[in-house]
């Protein structure tokens, strides 16, 4: 950006601003073009975060941002500035305990970059220098370098592919790592290069940086000796990108263009936005709640110290004499020294140990879902992954789940089922039961048992084995000697079919698209057989196994806007044909109108079967239009500017007066156990919306086959069909059918408990919705800015209503869009997204929660997500038991930590009313630090990684179960009251117990009287036990380490307070506790205290759990006969214990 601001103060033209040249090789550019070369940046790669120089004050500063941090950071300040009751070390050293582990989290997290930073750069590869290969580090690539890479490495930088080992100048490349796609791409070497790259001379021009993947426009001039320097066209096919890895090729060389974080990957990579879940956003407004109690607590007890200290004799007892300068301060700074010498002694009821309690339970527990066998899938021999801990508890909340199709409903795996030629059907069975492979069924009544034309056949099928970018998979070892005794082979007849079929199965088929294979496969069964390209020349063995030769003119692509691709073809006749196919939208219009509706109704009966369908059309071209079109696209695959725009043109005016032949049907396979995890997400409450870019017929029935839709389903529709079929404009007819569908979906429908699915609602009509993309913009895009809210809500209110939603001829932009629209709509509900590929990542990155599944259209979606799955079939129990038992576990953690703090303070405070208000803490230092350090933080993180409420099978059996911590349900008010009032009910009964019982301080056999530190001693000793036995009480799932962490604490408190009170420690000024606990424990009082007193707070949850329900089933043992989602539910929800009690009770749950 600074570079380009420069040129233009010093007068740098617009080209070269818009545009960069690049000498190949770095040798001299012509005279034309003579300029001061600019400095290109070099081929680092940086996703770090820190240096080892910045790490410590950014870290700091980052970490300091964090309201809790900077809070105990003034409070320490405090500390150390005035003179406060309580010593710095009580607030900086747990302090300090959470900024350290939290840094070497953090530290650890940006060594691992560092590390695959280092990976990167200082990966060796070759440079052509000289005319001498050269290794070097990759970081020390630059723009110009010629650059050698061999099969199967990854390219260092983008290059422009100069040379390749292939007699046809082509290479294959997998872009998964950029898009997600796993199949081979064809790119070419640009023409008339120097077969002796060291003679070549000539310069590159092409446009600056941009991170689209697809798009690629420059120009190459090409100069020979005394000759017009040759000019030729470069585009994405030339244009070999970082990240892509070489494939059936043996070595390329090719010219760096863009290297280090000016690659197209690197301008591609996002940087995650950071996500947020609902358990934080609660804990900041507890936080604020139980701040708000600390500072109420501090203004009592100063206002209440200077009320008493008014009273005469109270403000300087005799005993007390004040200093000259205590009398010399003000008022007022006296007043505000108080308030914050109470801040900090109250300041512990601020837990901040609870941030890094949660960072660990969050850290450690992603690993139970790395680490669960359920997910291994030996196919790809991988398990799931979990590339963010922040959101674990997020899986518990879902309300929304976005999905693909094909790849995630699907498996991506096509095969060919049938296809219609001339509107007869023919159906493959076997090539024994009739003649050439063809069986005809189902067609129409008249036409039963009739065939196409030979001639139509041979048409069809040749148009298969032409029309495609598909190529022969060789092995590297044999090289292309393989293919080329194969041909040899073929045009000897050296081979019958069998054999080459068998030989052609082995090598396999390559192509960017598993439809394109697919068809070939299909056409190979029914005798005609794809035998590569070779010198732009495309074999083919028909029927007869003859071998037919046709030179390959040019290939029209296939984009997702014209979403069809075409190729041109001159035969040995030396007719000039080209094949055309595509989906039926985008072929019927281009076609003759008569031949479109005996084609039409095998199209739509397919993809009501759940088949992806493509149509095949043809045309003869003249000589004129071939030279026509021939220069036309010359023309335009030269253009710097609108390149796209200009072949668009020339594409959509050659395929056009086509003649359709026929269609095909592929099918794509559900994925396993696709139907049963659906139905077991909705049974949870979970609304499924499918989105996807297939076409809706095809989408509607693979929703039926999901149980998605059901037979009783009333299904909307809102595509550009139903547009078109009423008088008024498509605006109006939009506007009517909205207000139709919201009357009868939203205001006409009865009420319904909200998170009941279908399976549980009234008797009332169920409600699918579908809509198309096309419709979609015009919701979101109204041309009145009014409408378009209108049209919002409108859409909204329907869908949020109906059952499940199918978005279909979905762009991923779009899909990010309705992600977005009911993330941020009333009541702000969780949604997640799921998918495979590429088109996925917008939404996956838009959603709360991402899921990548590791499928077959590469990782792209997978290194985007939060979480990546090998299969559908795991989101079941990724959400139903995973998510239910996170969000559950960290629940109780943030309650019980708050508890536990209050049930610490509130003493602290109550003492002061016995205390003259005179900032006298009741505890020790040592007990004041390490109280949530050591003696209660493990039994917490323990729980919180361990706690199995309800057991996983049954968690998996009741989907229901899922719908009871919904919306967030155990961190609302409700619970928190109960915790907090829990814990003001242990306070007292800890503090007063204790003061009964000193009534007469007298407690030994020899009359020696206990002072305050026994008092506080004692108080804390039943703190301890109690919080722990509660938190035992909670327990359901007892294992080894909840044993002993629980027990262990217990253990370590007592042996702690023996060793801290039974030494002299030479370094402490004053020890407060010598032989306190000691001289405790000698007294019967103090024991039969510290049991009543503990047996006591528990005794009410005791009776609670044993009277409630005596006779309820054991929430931990699974009921057979029980069904996964068709179970009645309890008359009685089980909410109010689930909420109130954290699972102290499940009497009434339905197991």
């Known amino acids: 950006m600074l570079r380009r601001r420069l040129n233009r103060l ?635 725009e200009k072949l668009m043109a020339v594409y959509n005016q050659v395929e056009t007066g086509m003649s359709l032949i026929g269609a095909t049907a592929v099918e794509d396979r559900l994925q396993e156990e696709a139907a049963e995890t659906m139905e077991a997400l909705q049974g949870a409450g979970i609304k499924v919306w499918v989105l996807t870019g297939d076409k809706m017929e095809t989408a509607k029935s693979t929703c039926y086959a999901c149980r998605l839709f059901q037979r009783n389903t009333e299904l909307l529709e809102l595509t550009v069909r139903t547009l078109e079929d009423g008088q008024p404009s498509r605006e109006q007819r939009l506007h009517d059918l909205l207000v139709d569908y919201h009357k009868k979906v939203v205001q006409d429908a009865p009420p319904v408990k909200a998170g009941v699915s279908r399976s549980w609602s009234s008797a009332g009509q169920d409600y699918g919705f579908i809509i198309d993309g096309a419709t979609l913009s015009m919701v979101l895009n109204s041309s009145s800015e009014s409408n378009s809210c209108s049209y919002k809500n409108l859409f909204l209110q329907i869908c949020q209503n109906c059952t499940t939603v199918l978005c279909c001829r979905m762009a991923p932009l779009q899909k990010a869009q309705i992600v977005k629209l009911v993330k941020n709509s009333k009541g702000s509900p969780i949604t997640l997204s799921i998918g495979d590929g590429a088109n996925d990542v917008s939404m996956i990155l838009e959603a709360h929660v991402g899921i990548g599944i590791k499928g077959k259209e590469g990782r792209q979606a997978v290194r985007n997500s939060d979480y990546a799955i090998p299969k559908l079939k795991h989101l079941k129990k990724l959400l139903l038991a995973h998510g239910h038992l996170y969000y559950v576990r960290i629940a109780h953690l943030v309650q019980y930590f708050f508890y536990k703090n209050l049930c610490f303070i509130l003493p602290q405070f109550l003492y002061q009313f016995f205390c003259g208000y005179s900032q006298q803490p009741l505890y020790d230092a040592a007990y004041l630090t390490m109280y949530n350090i050591c003696f209660t933080s493990m039994p917490i993180l323990a729980y919180s990684l361990l706690e199995q409420h309800i057991c996983i099978e049954v968690l998996l059996d009741n989907a229901t179960l899922y719908r009871e911590i919904g919306k967030n349900a155990m961190l609302q008010w409700g619970p928190f009251l109960y915790w907090t009032l829990l814990g003001v009910f242990h306070g007292l009964l800890f503090f007063f117990g204790v003061e009964l019982l000193f009534c007469n301080s007298a407690l030994q056999d020899n009359g020696q009287v206990f002072g305050n530190w026994s008092f506080g001693t004692i108080v804390f000793t039943v703190l301890v036990f109690t919080v722990t036995l509660k938190l035992a009480l909670d327990t359901r799932h007892w294992t080894w380490i909840n044993h002993f962490v629980i027990w262990g604490s217990l253990a370590f408190y007592v042996f702690f307070s023996f060793f801290w009170g039974g030494i002299i420690w030479p370094f402490l000024r004053q020890q407060r506790l010598y032989f306190v606990f000691a001289n405790m424990l000698s007294s019967v009082s103090a024991w039969l205290v510290i049991i009543l007193l503990i047996v006591l707070s528990l005794l009410p949850e005791i009776l609670l759990v044993v009277f409630r329900n005596p006779r309820r089933p054991n929430p931990r043992q699974k009921k057979p006969a029980q069904s996964s989602v068709g179970g009645n539910q309890s008359p009685r929800s089980s909410a109010r214990p689930l909420l109130m009690r954290t699972f102290s009770d499940e009497s009434n749950m339905v197991i």
């Open 10 to 644: 010093l007068g740098g033209d617009e080209r070269r601003v818009d545009s960069r040249t690049i000498c190949v090789g770095h040798g001299s550019c012509s005279a034309a073009e003579a300029f001061i070369p600019p400095k290109f940046c070099d081929n680092r790669v940086v996703s770090s975060k820190y240096t080892v120089w910045n790490f410590l004050p950014k870290n700091l500063f980052e970490q300091f941002r964090r309201i809790a941090n900077f809070y105990f950071l003034i409070i320490f300040l405090v500390q150390v500035i005035v003179d406060t009751p309580t010593s710095p070390v009580t607030s900086g050293l747990p302090l300090f305990f959470v900024i350290t582990v939290t840094a070497i989290k953090q530290g650890y997290e940006d060594w691992l970059r560092h590390k695959a930073d280092n990976e990167v750069n200082k990966y060796p590869v070759t440079v052509l220098e000289n005319g001498q290969r050269i290794r070097k580090e990759s970081e020390k690539i630059k723009v110009g370098d010629v650059v050698e890479v061999e099969e199967d490495e990854t390219f260092p930088c983008d290059l422009i592919l100069l040379q390749s080992s292939r007699d046809d100048g082509t290479c294959f490349v997998t872009t998964a790592s950029l898009d997600g796609e796993s199949n081979h791409k064809t790119h070419y070497t640009v023409p008339d290069t120097e077969k002796d790259l060291e003679s070549l001379n000539a310069t590159i021009e092409c446009e600056q940086p941009q991170p689209d993947l697809y798009k690629f426009v420059g120009r190459m001039h090409i100069d020979k000796n005394d000759q017009v320097p040759a000019v030729r066209s470069l585009g994405p096919e030339n244009l070999l990108l970082k990240g892509a890895t070489l494939k059936n090729t043996q070595k390329i060389c090719g010219v760096a263009v863009y290297t280090g974080m000016e690659t197209k990957m690197a301008l591609n990579y996002q940087g995650k936005s950071q996500k947020r879940s609902a358990v934080e956003k609660s804990i900041n407004a507890f936080l604020l709640v139980y701040l708000c109690i600390l500072v109420s607590k501090a203004l009592v007890c100063t206002t209440l110290k200077y009320v008493w200290q008014n009273k005469p004799g109270q403000d300087e007892p005799w005993y007390n004499q004040k200093t000259e300068k205590e009398k010399d301060t003000n008022l007022y700074v006296k007043m505000f020294t108080d308030f914050l010498s109470f801040m900090v002694l109250f300041n512990f009821i601020i837990p901040v140990s609870m941030y890094v309690t949660v960072e660990m339970q969050k850290f450690l527990g992603s690993y139970f879902i790395t680490w669960d066998k359920d997910f291994f899938d030996p196919e790809i021999n991988e398990g799931a992954l979990v590339n963010t801990s922040d959101l674990n508890e997020e899986l518990g909340q879902v309300e929304y789940v976005f999905t693909d199709k094909t790849g995630t409903l699907t498996q991506n795996n096509m095969e060919f089922i049938e296809c219609c030629i001339d509107g007869f059907q023919y159906k493959y069975r076997d090539a024994s039961s009739e003649l050439d492979g063809f069986c005809v069924t189902d067609g129409p009544v008249s036409k039963l048992q009739q065939k196409a034309g030979r001639e139509r056949e041979e048409l069809f099928l040749r148009a298969l084995c032409l029309c495609h970018t598909v190529k022969l998979k060789e092995s590297t070892e044999r090289g292309q000697g393989q293919g080329q005794r194969l041909f040899d082979q073929v045009d000897g007849l050296g081979v019958d079919g069998e054999v080459l079929h068998s030989t052609l199965e082995q090598i396999g088929f390559i192509s960017s698209s598993p439809d394109e294979v697919a068809l070939v496969k299909g056409s190979m069964r029914y005798g005609f057989t794809f035998l590569g390209l070779e010198s732009k020349t495309m074999k083919i063995l028909n029927r007869n196994n003859d071998v037919e030769l046709y030179e390959l003119l040019h290939v029209l692509n296939f984009d997702p806007v014209r979403r069809r691709m075409s190729v041109i073809v001159r035969s040995e006749s030396g007719d000039t044909l080209l094949f055309c196919k595509g989906a039926d939208s985008s072929i019927f219009p281009r076609v003759r109108q008569e031949e479109v509706e005996r084609i039409r109704m095998h199209v739509e009966r397919n993809a009501t079967e759940g088949y992806r369908t493509l149509c095949v059309a043809y045309k003869v071209l003249s000589a004129e239009e071939y030279a026509q079109a021939d220069a036309g696209l010359s023309e335009a695959r030269l253009a710097l500017q609108d390149r796209e």
